[in-house]
């Protein structure tokens, strides 16, 4: 059992790195999605403003409920320097109804944008959730970060206070 273990441990690893491989240090793809109000926001309009950070979740997942608590705090704190969140669901058609009175309900500030068929979360290999992106305000994709785990956030914080300098 441990063998298995150690293997799928090692499996998600490579996997993890091959992504960095793939899009860390590149242009950002853009996109365009609907918001939960049914505007649309399109990642080049957004770019040149400062840091932005991707945030792939979805409404049944509880690590991505935690975290986005704690990056609620995180936009509350930067928005005004220029920071940007885009928390990206990636609920299909059985739960996308739930997405806008959960965000309602937590008081959420960030823009939510609605990936129903998960072409972004592909664009970005976003193959689990929680999964997040951070961008520089030149479009370069900076940092990925998969799962969640408390201080995280600390970490996250740290990354956007030095691409606000």
């Not at 091959?18 to 080049?44: C, H, M, R, V, Y």
């Not at 990936?115 to 990925?144: E, F, H, M």
Request: glycine fraction near 6%; charged fraction near 30%; charge should be positive.
């Amino acid at each position: 059992m441990k063998k298995i273990f150690f293997c799928i441990v090692i499996l998600f690893s490579i996997i993890s790195f091959a992504q960095d491989d793939l899009i860390k240090g590149k242009s950002a793809p853009n996109f365009k999605l609907e918001n939960i109000d049914g505007g649309f926001t399109e990642l080049s309009k957004v770019i040149g403003k400062g840091p932005i950070l991707l945030n792939f979740w979805a409404t049944w997942c509880k690590p991505c409920m935690e975290e986005m608590t704690e990056l609620n705090r995180i936009h509350e704190e930067f928005k005004d320097k220029g920071f940007t969140l885009l928390a990206i669901s990636t609920d299909n058609e059985k739960t996308i109804a739930k997405v806008k009175p959960l965000v309602k309900s937590k008081g959420f500030s960030f823009t939510v944008l609605l990936d129903k068929n998960s072409d972004v979360a592909r664009k970005y290999y976003a193959q689990q959730i929680p999964y997040s992106v951070l961008i520089d305000s030149n479009g370069k994709i900076t940092d990925l970060h998969m799962g969640y785990m408390k201080g995280d956030e600390k970490k996250l914080r740290e990354k956007i206070l030095s691409l606000l300098k």
